[in-house]
């Protein structure tokens, strides 16, 4: 039993330095910023700046979740803030223009996400193209990509379907959390409820060795690139909702930065072969909440940039090992 | 030559890393133009005895003397502006940059401070030429052949007014014209005045090109003698530490009865390189020992049987079934297992914990959406764990932590709870404790008492005299011969190694 209590603080030590940063900020506020805490219900509908940062937070949560899953395998991929861009265009021109409805919209959305996904998946896991090259691919070919199918415009769309996956309510939760919510709840099952998780830290980690013990390392790779580019696509499609518009240049613009450094945070090792689902949820949380804390604080734009690289240097250097053995050796007497 | 000192001389060195003697007093000699054999096995010392004297190592005690003067070089750069150059196996040059380049980098002639790319070009063509090699010195090195990339290497050693060449398995990758060219420019830089230490693992060569032979085993020059006045025999018993008398007295005690005539496995003309073709029978409920030296083909017929290396001709038939190669997934779905040599490279999965290092083949086998459970997993690990005694505080530590020899049971844990039918096992005692070697000894008898087919592949002759019923010896990537039963001896073993028969 000790020992299966030890494999439970494994799987949460990765997760450890962002659930860390998450306290001392939520310990932050607690102390400096009166309100924060506070939840009212508004017709119904929770309100607060807690919700506040798990409704904006939702949409890299979501891309974080899938960039875990593919850092694990050793590789990354910087196309989902164009894949979000292209998901966001094909249901908007789809409900817009060609009066789909909006069901089917989103279902195509999502088709073109995975498809995406197993795009890069065959160039890194059928071609063997370094992960960095092959989703710098889709990066700037997918904004062109969703360029055309716009035709180089805003589409805006009103619908009551589309408009309700951002602002929407269910149960007093807004949909973006609980989409969120159901995304973790969904990759959770899929990697930790099957061998999958299992196969693609074993093919992050020792590629030869899976090879040789029977993975399909090949299909496992490529999986995660799917699953990176359904989610990427389901982040697309609240990003529109939000707008209310498809906007081709800069849906999802650099949010690929932000869902890396979440997975990173969130104890996902970017050498490959562990990832932490939980973690990545809370890392992206951080970075939404370090972003609101200090927009409360009336932090100018500009200085948030730099207050936000601090602290994500700070929870990275407290989870180098380098820095923490280093930090052991001066304590001693 | 007699009483003139040698041109390199090596006195007891002593180098210790963690747990290991790598070298325990190591002596070594190289008169001027003379073409000096270093052998061993592997772990017998020669790479290190190698940066010991070209500076890449520092040694924890004893001297070198190039010239009678005691030197300490401390890198290998230092070493060469000494004299001492050293060509190793991997060629180590940059492939994207032409051949002259190469060859002159980093002392590009000079004309207004720019490189003046005419007297490079003319200057590797003279390199070259003093080799005896013509090639096009304006071609990117990786274009080139292997055999002219290796020239290359020697060139740039020797254009630093080498005296002493150390050539580390530079014929591991040529064919037998290039090897004969190389020889060639070996002979003539002997000519010179130049020592040439020369480390290979193909016997033939020994007799071929050097006078002189030293032979290592557990970081100590066991014999220096000259080339003509040893035998083979003898050298491949000084290499693995056996007495030719011993060797007789030990014989083959495993005439398994239960072994059965048809084979479980069989594989016919199995070739990929320099290796094979190949035949091979795998009976159920016996063990067929791949004897051989290193480089002799042992490692890849191993591989190319598991599908983890594609051959480029021949079949493998499971119970007269064939299995398509070159997929190591579906030589495990006919029942084929491999215990590869490579334990880090191509078996542990280090950030993984036992339990999940355990479970791989089998879940992968398996397949993803049929879970086995984190239950399921820590039951097949803990059984293993106990049966075949891992040192492991639990089955949650990652795999990557435990030592080489818990490792190594980790790795045969796995494929044991696959339930393979033919099991082949790469070298399964190399770097581990006694104990453990006896443990794993012990276990092939009872696969085999239990029906499986085995593969015993080790370095250590009388393991594979102890362990198998039957023995193939494998040369330069074919087979030499093949023992069995009352047959089995160390010293057969030893004679089909050494060629003895077709050698005089």
Redesign the interface.
Known sequence: M???A??AL?AFGRAAPAAVAVGLLLAFNAAYTPGFFDLTTVEGRLAGSMVDVLNRGAVVVLLALGMALVIATGGVDLSVGAVMAIAGATAATLAARHGVNAWSAIAAAVAVGAAAGAFNGALVAGAGVQPIVATLVLMVAGRGAAQLLTGGQIVTFNDPVLNFLDAGFVAGAPMPVLIAAAALACSLLLSR????G??I??AG??E?????????VRA?KASAYVLCGLAAAIAGLLAASDIRAADANNAGLYLELDAILAAVLGGT?LRG??FSLAGAALGALFIQGLTTTLYLHDVSPNATLIVKAAAVLAVCLAASERVRAWIKIRSRP | MGDAPPLLEARGLVKVYPGVRALDGADFSLRAGEIHALMGENGAGKSTLVKALTGAVPPDAGEVRLGGRVVRPRTPVEAQTLGISTVYQEVNLAPNLSLAENLLLGRQPRRFGLIDRRAVRRRAEELMARLGVRADVGRPLGSLPIAVQQMAAIARALDLDARVLILDEPTSSLDADETARLFGVVRGLAARGIGVVFITHFIGQVYDLCARVTVMRNGRAVAVRDARALPSLELVALMLGVSIDEARAIGGTHARAGSSADPALRSRGLRRGRVGPIDLDLRRGGALGLAGLLGSGRTETARMIAGADRPEGGRVEIDGRGVRPGSPRRAIAAGIALCPEDRKADAIVPGLSVRENIALAVQARRGWWRPIGRRGQRAIAERFVRSLRIATPGVEKPAGELSGGNQQKVVLARWLAVEPRVLLLDEPTRGIDVGAKAEIERLVGDLCARGVAMLFISSEIEEVVRVCDRVLVLRDGRAAGELSGGGVTVESVMRLIAGEGERA
Do not use: I, P
Not at chain 1, 208 to 216: E, Q
């Open positions: 000790r020992d299966a030890r494999a494994r409820g099957t061998a999958l299992l196969f830290e074993a980690d020792n030869r060795a899976a090879r040789l013990a029977g993975v399909r496992v090792s072969g562990r």
